[in-house]
């Protein structure tokens, strides 16, 4: 079965300090794995996709097929980057059928 | 570049009725896919068409329908409304739907089962 698991559902930290929200995804064929935000009051926004292999307002994310893992990481967390994560998995051939997680809640403290 | 349009923002219903709810893509998109957001359950696939036909479809019964019109302008229908229905209903479009490309989501339309 296809599946995205997302273990936290909360993550706080201190400004300035690391940030790893955690990714595992179930997938028998070649995924494609994203990184979707929802700030506060605004529309969930890609924030990026692991094809791209960017890095986006500091934020990496590297897939690991041998662990099925696709962690998102920043070495230093900024209060503005308090928000909803949710990672997600495309999965199906030609459509844009995306398998979300349950999502991670990042609160970063001044 | 307006961005993916959902009306109505709100929505409040009786358990048994029927409601539609709108998406217009942003311009140039042609793959329009609807998600049910809830507490629960989180965020699950309704259904994506492409070129006014449905391409693929999640598990949800047969009471959701959709269709997409020539301009790429999506529905979703849900009949005979039970309390469960309750979510946010997000519409995401992209250019053509591959696999590789990011969606653009609007803001939801919220519906209320009473």
Redesign the interface.
Same mark, same amino acid.
């Given at each position: 079965a296809q599946r995205v698991t997302q273990p936290e559902k909360l993550l706080s930290v201190f400004k300035g300090a690391p940030v790893e929200l955690k990714c595992n995804y179930s997938y028998s064929g070649s995924p494609?794995l +994203?990184w =979707?935000v929802q700030y506060s009051r605004q $529309? !969930?926004? !890609?924030l990026l $996709?692991h %094809?791209s292999r960017e890095s986006i307002k500091g934020f990496t994310a590297d897939l690991n097929k041998g662990e099925t893992s696709f962690h998102l990481k920043k070495p230093f967390a900024q209060e503005e980057d308090s928000a909803m994560y =949710?990672c997600a998995l495309?999965a &199906? @051939?030609? *459509? &844009?059928? !995306? %398998? +979300? @997680? *349950? @999502?991670t809640r990042l609160q970063v403290f001044p | 570049k307006a961005g993916v349009t959902q009306t109505p923002r709100y929505l409040i219903k009786t358990r048994g009725q029927q409601v539609t709810l709108s998406c217009s893509p942003i311009s140039g998109h042609r793959s329009v896919s609807w998600y049910q957001q809830t507490p629960g359950q989180g965020l699950q696939f309704l259904f994506e068409y492409f070129s006014e036909t449905q391409r693929n479809k999640g598990n949800f019964p047969g009471r959701f329908s959709g269709r997409q019109f020539s301009n790429s302008r999506s529905e979703m229908n849900v009949s005979t409304l039970e309390l469960g229905d309750s979510a946010l209903y997000l519409c995401a479009s992209s250019r053509t739907g591959a696999r590789d490309q990011p969606q653009h989501f609007g803001d939801g339309t919220r519906l209320s089962i009473l």
């Amino acid at each position: 079965a296809q599946r995205v698991t997302q273990p936290e559902k909360l993550l706080s930290v201190f400004k300035g300090a690391p940030v790893e929200l955690k990714c595992n995804y179930s997938y028998s064929g070649s995924p494609e794995l +994203f990184w =979707y935000v929802q700030y506060s009051r605004q $529309r !969930l926004q !890609l924030l990026l $996709r692991h %094809i791209s292999r960017e890095s986006i307002k500091g934020f990496t994310a590297d897939l690991n097929k041998g662990e099925t893992s696709f962690h998102l990481k920043k070495p230093f967390a900024q209060e503005e980057d308090s928000a909803m994560y =949710y990672c997600a998995l495309s999965a &199906d @051939g030609n *459509t &844009d059928k !995306l %398998i +979300f @997680g *349950t @999502g991670t809640r990042l609160q970063v403290f001044p | 570049k307006a961005g993916v349009t959902q009306t109505p923002r709100y929505l409040i219903k009786t358990r048994g009725q029927q409601v539609t709810l709108s998406c217009s893509p942003i311009s140039g998109h042609r793959s329009v896919s609807w998600y049910q957001q809830t507490p629960g359950q989180g965020l699950q696939f309704l259904f994506e068409y492409f070129s006014e036909t449905q391409r693929n479809k999640g598990n949800f019964p047969g009471r959701f329908s959709g269709r997409q019109f020539s301009n790429s302008r999506s529905e979703m229908n849900v009949s005979t409304l039970e309390l469960g229905d309750s979510a946010l209903y997000l519409c995401a479009s992209s250019r053509t739907g591959a696999r590789d490309q990011p969606q653009h989501f609007g803001d939801g339309t919220r519906l209320s089962i009473l």
